[in-house]
């Protein structure tokens, strides 16, 4: 259910970017952020989040944490899992920036294309998410709140250097939400790749209701070691 809602809000903002019907909004914020276009002491302190979490350093963070957790399971699944979920987040963002082709607040455009969504934070919040993924079968909601903290503070930083616009960085969090609640779905519902090397998953996740801690009901021996 999250992972639709965030999808079809992204959607609609997405829409509404290309319309130019947030641009208002958005120069009134940019202002409020960085009036005058001022580079000051503000700016200089985020930018240690900035150049610390951006992309080139996320990425090889995720791809260290999946070479653990193939050694771990003793299966090259994990990289496969980190690089799909990677894979997937960097496709719908570049198809975005292209697609929309907004430029960002000093009428700039990357390489890949515009500016929404934000690049920088899309990728801090999957890689995060995604690594927890690699080294948790299920996440606990306060590490979810951490990854969901430091996605945001990347977008305050970008905000408060106007790298981006409001409405980039709503959308990169709409669309890493997405993602990772996706991914999670998948898994709660035990039909993503499993990360063991024999494929098989802990009993707690694929038990039915009444299933006690680690072992599914009525299940055999033979069922148990499989």
């Not at 979920?85 to 607040?105: E, F, H, Q």
Request: hydrophobic share 50%.
């Amino acid at each position: 259910m999250l992972a639709a809602v965030a999808a079809a809000a992204f959607v609609v903002l997405a829409v509404l970017v290309a319309a130019h019907a947030t641009q208002d909004l958005d120069v009134a914020i940019r202002n409020r952020f960085r009036p005058h276009d001022v580079w000051g002491t503000t700016q200089m302190r985020v930018d240690v989040i900035v150049e610390g979490l951006k992309p080139s350093k996320m990425v090889p963070l995720l791809a260290l944490v999946a070479v653990f957790a193939c050694v771990r399971h003793r299966s090259w699944r994990p990289a496969v899992y980190a690089a799909l979920l990677a894979g997937v987040a960097g496709t719908l963002t570049i198809a975005t920036k292209v697609i929309v082709g907004r430029p960002d607040p000093h009428q700039d455009m990357t390489a890949v294309g515009g500016s929404f969504p934000s690049g920088h934070t899309v990728t801090v919040l999957v890689c995060l998410g995604c690594a927890i993924l690699l080294v948790q079968e299920r996440p606990r909601w306060w590490e979810w709140v951490v990854v969901g903290l430091v996605g945001v503070a990347m977008g305050l930083s970008l905000l408060l250097q106007a790298a981006h616009w409001f409405t980039d960085v709503v959308g990169a969090l709409l669309l890493g939400v997405a993602v990772l609640a996706a991914a999670v779905g998948l898994r709660l519902r035990g039909t993503d790749l499993p990360l063991r090397g024999n494929g098989s998953r802990p009993q707690a996740l694929v038990g039915t209701s009444g299933s006690t801690a680690g072992e599914a009901p009525n299940s055999s021996p033979e069922s148990r070691r499989n």
